[in-house]
């Protein structure tokens, strides 16, 4: 179990982090800013506490994958995978320009270091997930398989059936985390589609599966440690995050799913994060 210093340098982590994709957001003019924010803690959960991977050999075969199925949050990995040294920090001035390889969404992993898979069209990830994990049990190999999904996400069919295969095969180096912000592009997760109680759902698809506040390092690290567990199962872990985390002004608010900050808006956000005095 990680020691509370290391708790709270994973929080500043993730306050730099947050700063940093929000100034992006406004020197670039691209959007999804609020889906970014509510998953950078799961993020900096994984890449800086959990994930068995190594930036100067980013396609090692033992290494863990995880893909960011809810590819609109993609600025947010970006900014974790340069801070965890994929590449310098000063790449992602490029971000969401022509000719840039920092599209809106992940590039296929050809493409950039520390991309596991192309995602954006939702509920693609789980399944490629999915498969990589059953590739390593085939090949008998150790790594680990983690999918970071949107709460919007779990509206397709391709998760459950997923869901159903990875259950009925046992594949316990798979683990699911859903970003559960409550909002989709249009409206709240629960009025279009009725997740709730989405953890009692994943368990009737034969997952092991618990509810963490999204936004608490000790929760999500505590959950995260405890896959994969000795009965087989996937784990399915349902983070209730904030969508817009970290800025006051944009905590659920779903107007900043395609809003962008003016830049006092950034140095009110910075300030708040705590990284600027």
């Known amino acids: 179990m990680m020691k509370t210093h290391d ?11 947050r700063s940093r994709i929000i100034e992006t957001s406004s020197k670039t003019g691209t959007p999804h800013l609020g889906s970014c924010l509510s998953c950078v803690d799961i993020l900096t959960a994984l890449y800086f506490g959990v994930l068995n ?9 033992s290494r863990d994958r995880c893909i960011l199925s809810k590819g609109h949050g993609a600025m947010g990995l970006f900014h974790v995978l340069a801070a965890r040294g994929f590449y310098p920090l000063s790449d ?4 969401g320009q022509d000719g840039g390889v920092f599209a809106e969404h992940p590039p296929t992993p050809e493409h950039l270091a520390g991309i596991e898979a192309a995602t954006g069209s939702l509920g693609h990830g789980l399944p490629l997930g999915l ?8 090949q008998r190999r150790d790594y680990k398989v983690y999918a970071v999904l ?9 998760n459950w059936e997923a869901a159903m ?6 594949v316990s180096n798979l683990c699911v985390i859903v970003d559960f912000n409550k909002w989709q592009a249009t409206g709240r997760s629960q009025e279009v589609m009725a997740l709730d109680p989405l953890v009692d759902k994943w368990k009737a698809f034969g997952w092991n599966a618990v509810d963490v506040d999204g936004h608490d390092f000790k929760q999500l690290l505590d959950a995260l440690i405890q896959f994969p567990n000795a009965n087989e199962k996937p784990t399915a872990i349902i983070a209730h995050t904030v969508k817009g985390k970290g800025a006051s002004f944009m ?6 799913h395609y809003r962008i900050p003016t830049a006092d808006e950034v140095i009110q956000a910075q300030k708040e994060l705590g990284v600027l005095q």
């Open 92 to 95: 992602l001035n490029s971000y």
């Open 7 to 17: 708790i709270v340098e994973l929080a500043k982590t993730a306050a730099t982090l």
């Open 150 to 158: 949107g709460d919007g996400e779990c509206n397709e069919g391709s």
């Open 53 to 61: 991977i190594d930036p100067a050999n980013p396609k090692a075969v």
């Open 251 to 256: 905590e659920d608010d779903n107007n900043w």
């Open 165 to 170: 295969l990875a259950s009925a095969q046992k």
């Open 131 to 138: 498969g990589m994990a059953m590739a390593g049990r085939i």
